[in-house]
């Protein structure tokens, strides 16, 4: 057995994707620093289930999206950081220090936003808050990992994202436009930023509230990702929740 043979033995099955993809991509990682780390690479490549192949498909069709759109890292236009402020989630951390956001869409007023920035700027601002959530994932996983030598499944993590939909007013979402624009921003997000999310859970979710959900499910269905709803009681999702984050966290998130 030669020297190339044994060394590729030694890798893990995640290695070698990552090998293989590096070498389907080498100009997406000449013009883009995260793309010369092993674990954004892992992320990608899980959303695909290990796929280098369709991995370079999805990069190369989300990069060529982004970059017509100028979506970038370390946005710090005035209105964005305003807008950050009032439709971002509070952020805290699960059991195992890894970011989690916690969205309280009830206290959001979408039709406002939409009204105050206008459809297009809408949009934007949203497509450039998920680049600030890769950012935040995209660090935790590098510095988790600092000293790992072999990259595993389990070596890069996605976020974990709690929506608390109690008394969620619907008349938020009850026009045309609104459902349009709500139906556009997820799908950018599961098209352009799909190695963002791992764990999305929803809570407090009413009867009326799981119709509309119905229309929204299949736009953030992704292999990846792991989609849990909950009803309005607390009794139905605390114990679950609790197991992803203590009850300090919670009652932070609660509170916000």
């Not at 044994?6 to 995260?34: F, G, M, W, Y």
């Not at 092993?38 to 959303?47: A, P, R």
């Not at 929204?216 to 197991?243: A, C, F, H, N």
Request: aromatic residues 14%; hydrophobic residues 40%; proline residues 3%.
């Amino acid at each position: 057995m030669n020297s190339d043979s044994t060394a590729k033995d030694c890798l893990t099955v995640e290695e070698l994707a990552i090998k293989s993809l590096r070498e389907l991509i080498p100009d997406v990682i000449s013009a883009n620093e995260k793309f010369k780390s092993n674990l954004y690479l892992l992320q990608w490549l899980k959303v695909e289930k290990l796929n280098p192949e369709k991995t370079e498909v999805m990069i190369r069709k989300s990069m060529e999206w982004r970059q017509e759109n100028q979506i970038m890292s370390e946005w710090k236009d005035e209105g964005f950081l305003k807008f950050k402020k009032t439709f971002g989630f509070s952020f805290g951390v699960d059991k195992h220090n890894c970011p989690v956001g916690y969205m309280p869409a009830s206290t959001m007023d979408y039709r406002k936003g939409i009204s105050f920035y206008g459809k297009k700027t809408w949009v934007k601002y949203w497509s450039h808050y998920y680049m600030f959530l890769e950012d935040l994932i995209y660090n935790f996983n590098n510095e988790k990992n600092v000293d790992t030598n072999r990259i595993s499944y389990g070596s890069s993590e996605g976020l974990t994202i709690f929506v608390d939909v109690k008394d969620f007013p619907l008349y938020q979402i009850a026009s045309f436009e609104a459902v349009k624009l709500l139906v556009e921003n997820l799908s950018n997000m599961r098209n352009y930023f799909p190695a963002l999310t791992e764990l999305c859970i929803y809570i407090n979710m009413n009867k009326v509230f799981k119709s509309v959900f119905k229309v929204m499910k299949p736009i953030i269905t992704l292999p990846y990702l792991t989609l849990e709803v909950y009803g309005s009681s607390e009794k139905e999702w605390r114990d679950r929740v609790l197991q992803i984050i203590d009850e300090t966290q919670l009652n932070e998130f609660l509170e916000s």
